[in-house]
């Protein structure tokens, strides 16, 4: 599938079956590959998070001919390992974008709409007068590692965000200044 033009907007209720398709559909292909995020179907992402970042209207979508092909979620709630880490901007979490739920489809990867969507994140940061945008990434995600060092984003530190129960032990933090 190839996209010309697509639109970013906010999502909407109506947006929410074919978020929690999105999710599926890339948890399976993730399963039947290598899955570099460690998502695992029914447990993350899932239904329930579309339907939060829906409800504080902080769920972006990516419309391809109509079609949902990506997503993300940028709000103000960091995980709790992130407190304890020296990032490069210190204040509050009302002027730091949290990534969150970031994801393509996989008849869209390396086609450039990942990149797109971080810009995009980028520059409602910057309008919004936010001071700089973090995430926490799998370690052994080296795609999305990859697209967010070229998209500007500086390694912070390593940590334990308690997953490891399921088999994900550590996360790689990064913040991209505004």
């Known amino acids: 599938m190839f996209c010309m033009k697509f639109i970013i907007e906010l999502g909407s209720s109506a947006d929410i079956d ?57 709000n103000h709630q960091p995980e709790e390992a992130y407190k304890d880490v020296k990032w490069k901007v210190d204040v509050d979490y009302s002027c730091i974008f949290v990534i969150r739920t970031f994801v393509v489809h996989p008849a869209f990867l390396q086609r450039g709409i990942g990149r797109a969507l971080l810009d995009y994140s980028f520059e409602l940061a910057q309008n919004s007068g936010m001071k700089s945008i973090r995430l926490d990434v799998y370690e052994k995600n080296l795609p999305a590692i990859s697209l967010y060092e070229k998209c500007g984003f500086e390694y912070i530190d390593t940590v334990d965000l308690g997953l490891g129960n399921y088999g994900l032990d550590w996360f790689k933090l990064y913040e991209k200044t505004i």
């Open 18 to 74: 074919e978020l929690e398709k999105l999710y599926d559909d890339l948890n399976d292909h993730l399963s039947a590959n290598s899955n570099p995020p460690g998502w695992i179907k029914g447990i993350y992402p899932i239904r329930e998070n579309a339907v939060s970042g829906i409800k504080d209207s902080n769920l972006y979508v990516v419309r391809c001919d109509s079609k949902i092909v990506a997503s993300v979620i940028l």
